[in-house]
């Protein structure tokens, strides 16, 4: 803005002097200093109509302490050269900007990377905010807002946790509704695949209907009910990343335990969101789903074993866990261990879970 006020000022200046002392030698200088501003309005309207510039979804999930790959796409639809440009790109909640000066020729259309440090874990929001174009001689510059978003979601650590879980509740109950499809079991209400009859197959199994259409022998193979046996709640509306690897790692344990469970939370409008958790990408779902919330907007009271019970029941689960704001862990309504925020490997080295 400065430099649009002293252009103006010394085109006045010249102008002052023209009508003072009506020397032609000031005409001339006058008519020089309009050419060179019009040009460099018209220079700055053409880099703003005529580039255009989009942030590609390029890497949706990272692991944390890896770089973040950002890619620009940069395309001049004009004839004539952008020679200076500077692109801003918001890439944190601090208001952080990573800045970009490239220049574009005639019908140039090209690619540009740039890399963020993954430091903590979440959904990273980036923004690319705003371009700039500059003159020729770099004194002037005009641009648009860009305002366009990509989320990336950046993975905690996971550390290993001590666990002892009893075999029998990975068959826990029938209540969920869900079944294994890979899996042959004996519910015969849950029919995983027909297939012909093999040696050593049960009577019981014979699709006695489609065998005397298809004139073979045809079998039921059934499957078996999912049983959740652990409710892993979350009382707590704000996911620090702290809490994230600490409920994170307990889960991904169970996982590898074959103990399946529901991870549960409040949402800010009273309503208790309930997970199944069957594998590990049901937990990244679950994180990239509790790390898009708006923690400002949230006021969900804590979740307790009394509200869950209220929504669905206590025969639809056998153990409750619950994970408090202060990184407390209950078993049962018992506290089994404390989690320090600074140390979350080391916390969960110490502590030994028995469900």
């Known amino acids: 803005m400065k430099k649009w006020f002293l252009m103006l000022l010394t085109a006045g200046i010249t102008l002052y002097f023209i009508i003072m002392y009506e020397a032609p030698e000031m005409y001339r200088l006058l008519a020089m200093e309009l050419m060179w501003f019009g040009a460099a309005l018209l220079q700055l309207w053409y880099g703003k109509q005529k580039v255009q510039i989009h942030l590609l979804d390029y890497a949706r999930v990272v692991d944390k302490g890896t770089e973040i790959p950002l890619q620009i796409s940069l395309e001049n639809k004009g004839p004539f050269p952008v020679p200076f440009m500077t692109i801003y790109l918001k890439t944190g909640q601090n208001s ?35 371009m700039l174009c500059y003159d020729w001689l770099h004194l002037f510059s005009g641009g648009k807002k860009l305002k366009q978003r990509i989320s990336v979601l950046v993975l905690p650590e996971i550390y290993p946790v001590a666990m002892e879980i009893q075999a029998s509740f990975r068959y826990f109950g029938d209540e969920s509704g869900l079944y294994y499809e890979d899996d042959e079991g004996n519910d015969p209400t849950e029919v995983l695949d027909i297939r012909p009859y093999q040696a050593g197959d049960r009577f019981q199994k014979i699709h006695w209907k489609l065998s005397q259409r298809t004139g073979d022998l045809m079998v039921r193979e059934y499957s078996e009910p999912i049983g959740f046996a652990v409710v892993f709640l979350l009382d707590t509306d704000v996911f620090s990343e702290a809490y994230i690897e600490t409920f994170m790692s307990i889960s991904m344990q169970m996982c590898e335990e074959k103990c399946l469970h529901y991870i549960c939370y409040m949402d800010g409008n009273g309503v208790l969101v309930r997970k199944a958790i069957i594998h590990m990408e049901s937990i990244y779902l679950f994180l990239q789903m509790v790390a898009g919330k708006n923690q400002k907007d949230q006021k969900s009271k804590p979740l307790d074993e009394d509200i869950y019970n209220d929504w669905y029941g206590r025969e639809s689960y056998h153990t409750s866990l619950r994970l408090t704001k202060n990184l407390e862990l209950y078993k049962q309504g018992e506290l089994s261990g404390r989690i320090a925020a600074q140390d979350v490997k080391g916390s969960l080295a110490q502590l030994m879970l028995e469900i």
């Open 96 to 130: 952080s900007f990573t800045k970009m000066t490239c220049s574009l020729k005639g019908h140039e259309k090209r690619c540009e990377m740039v890399s963020v440090k993954a430091e903590t874990a979440g959904l990273r929001q980036f923004e690319l905010s705003k």
